[in-house]
């Protein structure tokens, strides 16, 4: 019985996860999504804190502890948010789905 209810999760969240399967091959850019962002935005530094109730220089630390991976969800969130968007966050398998992952 619980394995029947463990292929039964596996199936609804590969079903739920099915538009971010698309996304492996998308690959960070090298300075970060959120200074890749802000500049294609054309918002600097300093309008972003602004927004952040920051100093320009916490923009920029931000930005690079993203980088580094070593920014938190919520920090990441709160710096989407400033820039009208919004952090979409999944974890999907290498490859494959979740049912074919099975043991």
């Given at each position: ?7 039964l999760?596996?199936?609804?969240l ?8 698309t ?7 090298s300075?970060?999504w959120l ?21 320009p220089?916490a ?10 991976e070593k920014i938190s969800?919520q ?16 974890i ?10 099975a043991?």
């Amino acid at each position: 019985m619980e394995w029947k209810m463990q292929v039964l999760a596996q199936r609804e969240l590969d079903r739920e996860l099915k538009p971010f399967l698309t996304t492996r091959r998308v690959h960070r850019p090298s300075e970060g999504w959120l200074r890749t962002v802000r500049k294609a935005l054309g918002l600097s530094a300093k309008a972003m804190a602004k927004d952040l109730q920051v100093s320009p220089s916490a923009v920029f630390r931000m930005e690079r502890a993203e980088q580094d991976e070593k920014i938190s969800l919520q920090g990441l969130n709160e710096a989407a948010q400033a820039m009208s968007c919004k952090v979409v966050y999944a974890i999907v398998p290498n490859q494959g789905s979740f049912e074919a992952h099975a043991t």
